[in-house]
């Protein structure tokens, strides 16, 4: 029976609650994981709104800590304080609520000089609201994440050390631009010639691509011992094809669970030698005798070499001339000087010139001479 509702009477069934600003931010989350297709529900206990580093200090004083969130979230619910003090504290403390100030959306400043220095927050138009999860429950967050990181690692190395049999190829560094519907007409020669097999090709996130095998129909039964069998004996082909028209850098074998995750490659099996073996597996560079020089040639490092020397000395002797060069302290005397010895210089040059153009004094030339003697005949 619903509430206060009778034979005569409706109730309570047509009152609807008024939005507030609690429902109002529901809505806008609820919108904004519809537009950005979020499911809420798998992101509702995993997301940690505080900083790495936040978490890490509040891990090396829990409780005190604690107390310093409780303050800043009492502050928060007051919508009338703008400003909250704290006393003063040693610099790790401060660090941390400068940090947890800063996940909050708060603006936060040191004032005065030790040891009175104190943490001072500000309240400013970017903070919307405390965050809803505390720094305790955070950590069993991350806690929580790493032991499932660790389990599925765990995992995994268990999987390989079971030898799980290889289901896929894996080619690493495709080709840019390179499709699946490129790849498959490439490679269908190959891969649809193998018996009661299908292969499904994907690109991973890793920007690698999987080519991975399943049977044919849900009636065909085959062993994935028979599966790799198969994928070993077209391998060859297959990375031949894939290296000739250069459609990746590498192709080698690999093990998929159902959501494509690697689980094991053919490289790591190869991998499991320690380096140096590894290096000394490869050919050695076939040793050749030095060729000789001919008599009175030069090897072209000689010729080289001999350059470098030149130009060296060269650049060493120019920088001792520039060193022995007196420094001038009064640059504007300096270059008046300059200016008198060049007017003097013209000065005399002047003078000179002059005076080999005009006769010398006391002897009278060839052409005034004749003349005298003429006039003194008649």
């Known amino acids: 029976m619903k509430c206060n509702?009778?034979?005569?009477?409706?109730?309570?069934?047509?009152?609807?609650?008024?939005?507030?600003?609690?429902?109002?931010?529901?809505?806008?989350?609820?919108?904004?994981?519809?537009?950005?297709?979020?499911?809420?529900e798998?992101?509702?206990?995993?997301?940690?709104?505080?900083?790495?580093?936040?978490?890490?200090?509040?891990?090396?004083?829990?409780?005190?800590?604690?107390?310093?969130?409780r303050e800043l979230r009492?502050?928060?619910?007051?919508?009338?304080?703008?400003?909250?003090?704290?006393?003063?504290?040693?610099?790790?403390q401060r660090s941390f609520l400068h940090s947890l100030a800063e996940d909050f959306g708060f603006d936060s400043e040191s004032m005065d000089p030790e040891p009175h220095r104190h943490?001072?927050?500000?309240?400013?138009?970017?903070?919307?609201?405390?965050p809803m999860k505390t720094l305790a429950e955070c950590i069993r967050i991350r806690?929580?994440?790493?032991?499932?990181?660790?389990?599925?690692?765990?995992?995994?190395?268990?999987?390989?050390?079971?030898?799980?049999?290889?289901?896929?190829?894996l080619l690493t560094l495709p080709r840019f631009g390179l499709t699946v519907e490129e790849l498959r007409s490439e490679v269908s020669a190959h891969i649809d010639a193998t018996p009661g097999l299908v292969f499904d090709?994907?690109?991973?996130?890793?920007?690698?691509?999987?080519?991975?095998?399943?049977?044919?129909?849900?009636?065909?039964?085959?062993s994935p011992s028979s599966t790799e069998a198969v994928l070993k004996a077209t391998k060859p082909a297959l990375a031949s094809s894939i290296s000739t028209k250069r459609l990746a850098a590498t192709c080698q074998l690999c093990t998929l669970d159902p959501s494509l995750n690697i689980l094991r490659r053919e490289l790591d099996a190869s991998g499991t030698t320690d380096g140096w073996s590894r290096v000394a597996a490869k050919a050695a560079a076939p040793r050749t005798a030095p060729k000789?020089?001919?008599?009175?040639?030069?090897?072209?490092?000689?010729?080289?070499?001999?350059?470098?020397?030149?130009?060296?000395?060269?650049?060493e002797e120019m920088e001792k001339a520039k060193a022995e060069e007196p420094v001038i302290d009064d640059w504007e005397e300096?270059?008046?000087?300059?200016?008198?010895?060049?007017?003097?210089?013209?000065?005399i040059a002047g003078q000179e010139t002059n005076h080999d153009d005009q006769p010398t004094n006391g002897v009278e030339s060839s052409d005034q001479v004749d003349t005298t003697n003429a006039a003194t005949a008649q």
């Open 5 to 40: 509702a009778s034979k005569t009477s409706e109730g309570n069934t047509r009152k609807s609650l008024s939005c507030d600003d609690e429902c109002a931010r529901l809505e806008r989350n609820r919108k904004l994981a519809l537009a950005l297709n979020v499911d809420p």
């Open 42 to 69: 798998a992101h509702k206990d995993d997301h940690v709104p505080y900083s790495t580093e936040t978490l890490r200090m509040f891990r090396e004083s829990s409780k005190w800590a604690q107390q310093q969130e």
């Open 74 to 92: 009492v502050f928060a619910a007051e919508e009338g304080e703008k400003r909250l003090r704290f006393k003063p504290m040693p610099s790790h």
């Open 119 to 130: 943490v001072a927050v500000f309240k400013t138009p970017r903070f919307v609201m405390a």
């Open 143 to 169: 806690l929580n994440a790493e032991a499932a990181a660790a389990s599925a690692i765990e995992e995994q190395r268990r999987l390989r050390s079971n030898n799980e049999a290889y289901n896929g190829f």
């Open 201 to 222: 090709i994907s690109f991973l996130p890793s920007e690698e691509i999987v080519i991975k095998a399943r049977p044919a129909t849900a009636s065909t039964n085959i």
């Open 292 to 315: 000789q020089m001919g008599v009175g040639k030069k090897s072209v490092y000689t010729v080289l070499g001999s350059r470098l020397k030149e130009a060296k000395k060269k650049k």
């Open 334 to 347: 300096e270059v008046r000087r300059e200016e008198e010895e060049k007017e003097e210089g013209k000065v």
